[in-house]
């Protein structure tokens, strides 16, 4: 199974202890053009999901079709079902030092998610979109969310309302606000976003908290230390992304998503 872990210092220590504006994007999927400062709406249309998948540049450019095709096949297994696990902590004490704070993110998926790219239609002409340093593949193939998903497209030019005021649910799926900080390169910042989206959903659907705490003592001197931690596992079905914003002033990205509860 491939997956992305983030390793953090004193995270497992504890889990045991605890209680429980460049260049114009893609046209959108409907009748929308994508806003010059960076707006993808990825609402199925005519009985197809749309995903957008994303790579770095390489020296020659089907090798970034080809890398970017491949995460769109990865992102097409999260719509077949994912399990992930998020661990966010919180450390205090009576000192300044003491405080310390980090997130831990896995998601398993098919790892034989290429299979997916067989179905997938793409035209390289009209769907091939490059920004800075990443190339961007928008792909359609056949398939339909389980509910009827009732979501109008933030009209082009505009900053999303989603962001301002994030939805619970949209038409019964558990809705997720993914946001990512601009990154070195433009495809991770893009990449980054769309995973916090999935740790999104799955903190509503799937979060427990508790707490550690403990003292030390060194050379006379001791304290007391406080750990909070969140834990979320679980699965999530038809995890699926309705729009992806792009910051035109400092590059951040906004992303809107959508899952069912797959259970644990």
Not at 57 to 71: F, G, H, N, P, T
Not at 134 to 160: E, K, Q, Y
Request: proline share 4%; with cysteine; glycine share 10%.
């Amino acid at each position: 199974m491939r997956k992305f872990p983030v390793i953090l210092p004193w995270l497992f220590l504890f889990s045991a202890c605890a209680s429980v504006g460049g260049k114009p994007a893609f046209p959108s999927a409907g009748k929308e053009e994508a806003a010059p400062g960076g707006l993808w709406s990825t609402v199925p249309a005519g009985g197809k999901l749309v995903i957008i998948g994303a790579a770095g540049r390489q020296i020659k450019r089907e090798d970034a079709v080809m890398l970017a095709l491949e995460d769109a096949a990865r992102k097409a297994a999260f719509f077949h079902g994912i399990y992930g696990y998020t661990e966010t902590f919180v450390q205090t004490g009576s000192s300044y030092y003491d405080f310390d704070s980090g997130k831990f993110v896995e998601f398993i998926y098919d790892d034989e998610h290429m299979n997916y790219a067989d179905r997938f239609e793409f035209d390289e002409k009209h769907d091939v979109f490059e920004e800075d340093d990443s190339v961007f593949v928008r792909v359609r193939f056949d398939g339909s969310l389980g509910s009827r998903v009732n979501f109008r497209p933030t009209a082009a030019g505009s900053t999303p309302d989603w962001i301002r005021a994030p939805p619970k649910d949209i038409g019964g799926y558990t809705a997720g606000v993914g946001f990512s900080l601009r990154h070195s390169y433009y495809k991770d910042t893009v990449i980054a976003s769309y995973e916090a989206a999935a740790a999104s959903i799955l903190n509503k659907l799937h979060s427990r908290a508790g707490s550690v705490v403990g003292s030390f003592e060194a050379g006379g001197y001791s304290d007391a230390l406080t750990l909070e931690i969140q834990i979320a596992e679980g699965f999530l079905t038809e995890f699926y992304v309705l729009e992806t914003w792009t910051d035109p002033g400092d590059k951040s990205v906004w992303t809107l998503a959508i899952a069912k509860n797959g259970g644990r």
